[in-house]
């Protein structure tokens, strides 16, 4: 996401004064961070009461309150968005709290949370929130004394006079009117890197005491008086529908209210039958005793099977060609030393820690929603859509609550449609909750993809031509079957490689499935890295080459002779996360027998990471991965104990994706159901992690995401080392290990 550059200043209106109350506090309000029109309100009202939505508020007692437009799905903002505001700002960061904006897109513009965008969308108009703050409290005790504004400097919320030494706290300058002081945002003066006092320090997450002792409310933890619970049955297989249902049984459960089935509202969700109860249990219950006849619909005969055909048959063909430099299939077809391969990974379910659930209440006028989502603006009018009421915020009450995992499920509005749905038939508040078998067989899966790659290597060892040729299901052709471009989403990883080769072909085909699919935690990174970092390993090997060393000799931005290149990696960051891992991780020492060390880079989201894997491979086939030492090269880092845990986050979510389970296909349907069938890397199995952060000035970039491509290729690459068996299949099996 690029930085926004604002070009207009905070306009000097829209301030609020009621001597009523006794209480002050400034408000610093921006209108929206992406037209970036602003406003100011010197507010003496309740905060219950205050019309006027803001960013940050500052109160007499010196506290800040930061307004985050944006959920927090476990990442830290609440903790490192206030380290940017008090940074700047010049107070403690203890003093700064962090509340769930509301929705209102006229205030806080998009208020989705995806594509590791939290830092990268908040950094520059928070820190310009901050200093605009500082400026107009420096300001106004220069006024009060009467003394040169440039002779006053801010520290922990307070205005110190430099040359006499005398102070005054924020809370005091809070009750003038410094609606005359009001900075232009664009040029308001940010404070040097060098000078930073928070930003860079490791601070322990704020929430986190709450989230290990259970007081922490997530989604899942709401209780409205009044409200009804709710489980909807829906038809297993892909693109099916409802034919029809008997509900006599289940009506004759004890607690059960009402079932009634509930329109598809393509392509967000399939439709089915709600069944409504006093208490979740008795809702499951009362689903159970339901008879139905579904119709399988067009997708009844896809499977794993049918989907793995056409990946091979479509491989044969060229596909869509969507970068050509040189001539690669020439060079390779002519070449006296070439290599191919093929790579292919399963659909995988996003396996959220929470079950998908949503309250809703749909009134005449008004719907109030309480969920854990990633895309409350985006669910709000979806909501607004449903309920038949006005896109606006008095209309539509969004409660964003805390989540318990997202990795891109939680954009999707299925479950929130659902509840709408279900509260307005009704005609009362209604929690629907789904079980873990409704999550994992109703899921948009993360594509399954199939990789054929292709190069060759002249003489001197050097990797002259490379053509990768990506299959995956596409994730913008589910949602419209007619885009022209259903490589759109799949292709990040792949065609913006990073190796400096002459010639590179790049190509995209896609198979036809019914199999719902979108973004999965690094979306289409996660399986063109495993496949990039797979084969240049290979291809090192075949040239009788240190992988590290051949991936250094790979990385020559001179290479391109010129030619402007912005939509790669920088080089040099990726040689020096390269470097640092295998500094770190003891590249190059000698391993015992069956043991082995993997090394793989990858660049997404504009963050490097690359890991070096010690694994162990027993005789009877079974992996431990012992040891992954991580760089990582983010930018400015705002909070390192932040970084660190999504770094530790991803390597968990990569390895269960690579070495436990996947999401098969039969008849139409998912085949499992819960975690005994598809299982997650257990808390024994996790390895030591030693994380290596590189210093940056940069801006900071994303990083939710930017630690899962690397993971799965390094671990395989160790394999190979240990065991001189390639993996090109995910996820890892014991069995194949044992023939190793």
């Known amino acids: ?319 869509k060609v969507l970068r050509n430099d040189g001539n690669a299939p020439s060079v390779i077809d002519s070449a006296a030393k070439k290599i191919e391969a093929t790579y292919e990974l399963p659909f995988q379910a996003h396996a959220t820690m929470e079950p998908l659930n949503c309250t809703a209440h749909v009134q005449p006028d008004k719907v109030e929603i309480w969920a854990a989502t990633q895309a409350p603006d985006y669910g709000a009018g979806q909501v607004a859509r449903i309920a038949g009421v006005p896109f606006n915020p008095q209309s539509i009450v969004f409660h964003p609550q805390l989540i318990g995992g997202g990795f891109g499920r939680r954009y999707q509005m299925d479950f929130v449609i659902e509840a709408t749905q279900v509260s307005k038939a009704v005609g009362k508040p209604v929690k629907l909750t789904w079980t873990r078998e409704d999550d994992m067989q109703h899921d948009f899966y993360r594509p399954a993809s199939y990789h054929h790659m292709s190069a060759s290597i002249d003489g001197s060892g050097r990797v002259n031509a490379w053509r990768h040729r990506v299959l995956s299901t596409s994730i913008r052709q589910y949602f419209n079957q007619s885009i022209p471009t259903p490589e759109a989403q799949e292709m990040d990883g792949a065609i913006n490689v990073p190796y400096t080769i002459d010639n590179i072909r790049v190509e995209y085909a896609c198979p036809q499935t019914g199999v719902p699919r979108a973004w999965w935690r690094s979306v289409a990174d996660s399986f063109n890295g495993f496949a990039v970092e797979s084969f240049i390993d290979e291809l090192a090997a075949a040239a009788g080459k240190d992988p590290l060393e051949f991936r250094f000799s790979l990385l020559d931005k001179s290479k391109f002779k010129g030619k402007k290149r912005d939509d790669i990696a920088d080089y040099d960051r990726l040689k020096n996360v390269l470097k640092l891992a295998a500094e770190k991780g003891n590249w190059g020492k000698q391993m015992p027998k069956g043991q082995g060390r993997g090394i793989a880079a990858h660049f997404s989201f504009d963050t490097y990471v690359a890991y070096v894997a010690e694994v162990t491979v027993s005789s009877n086939g079974n992996l431990k991965v012992d040891r992954v030492t991580a760089a990582v090269d983010c930018g400015q880092i705002v909070n390192p104990d932040g970084v660190k845990a999504m770094v530790e986050g991803a390597i968990v979510y990569g390895l269960s994706a690579a070495s436990k389970d996947k999401i098969t296909i039969a008849e139409g349907r998912v085949q499992q159901n819960n975690f005994d069938d598809y299982r997650v890397l257990r808390i024994n199995e996790m390895p030591v992690v030693d994380v290596n952060l590189v210093a940056s000035t940069e801006n900071p970039t994303g990083m939710g995401e930017p630690g899962v491509p690397p993971i799965a290729p390094a671990v395989t690459n160790a394999i190979f080392a240990a065991t001189g068996k390639r993996i090109r299949t995910l996820p890892i099996t014991s069995q194949y290990l044992k023939s190793a």
Request: glycine share 8%; proline share 7%; aromatic share 6%.
């Open 1 to 319: 996401m690029k930085e926004i550059v604002p070009e207009n200043g905070i306009s000097r209106r829209s301030f609020l004064k009621t001597s009523s109350v006794s209480t002050a506090a400034l408000i610093i309000g921006i209108a929206s961070p992406w037209d970036l029109k602003a406003s100011i309100q010197q507010d003496r009202t309740p905060k219950s009461v205050n019309p006027f939505p803001a960013w940050i508020r500052i109160e007499e007692n010196g506290h800040v309150t930061l307004m985050a437009p944006r959920p927090d799905m476990g990442e830290g903002t609440l903790t490192s968005l206030p380290m940017i505001v008090a940074e700047e700002l010049e107070v403690e960061w203890s003093t700064v709290t962090v509340e769930p904006a509301p929705v209102n897109q006229s205030v806080y513009g998009k208020q989705s949370l995806g594509g590791s965008g939290s830092i990268t969308g908040s950094w520059q108009l928070l820190r310009q929130v901050g200093a605009s703050a500082r400026v107009m409290l420096i300001a106004g005790a220069a006024a009060q004394w009467n003394v040169d504004k440039d002779s006053c400097y801010a520290e922990k919320a307070n205005v110190i006079h430099r040359p006499t030494g005398r102070k005054i706290a924020y809370g005091e300058l809070i009750k003038k009117d410094l609606s005359s002081y009001v900075p232009l945002l664009a040029s308001v003066p940010l404070k040097k890197s060098e000078d930073f006092k928070i930003i860079g320090k490791p601070t322990h997450k704020v929430e986190l005491p709450a989230k290990v002792t259970g007081k922490a409310a997530f989604g899942i933890d709401v209780t409205v008086p009044g409200m009804l619970y709710a489980v909807v049955a829906r038809c297993p297989a892909f693109g099916g529908k409802l034919v029809t249902f008997d509900a006599t049984k289940a009506k004759a459960i004890p607690g059960v209210r009402e079932v009634f089935a509930i329109d598809p509202v393509p392509p967000h969700t399939v439709g089915g039958i709600a069944v409504v109860a006093d208490s979740t249990w008795q809702a499951i219950k009362g689903r159970e005793a339901l008879s139905i006849e579904w119709d399988s619909g067009p997708n009844g005969k896809d499977s794993s099977e049918s989907i793995h055909a056409q990946f091979v048959s479509l491989a044969q063909k060229e596909g």
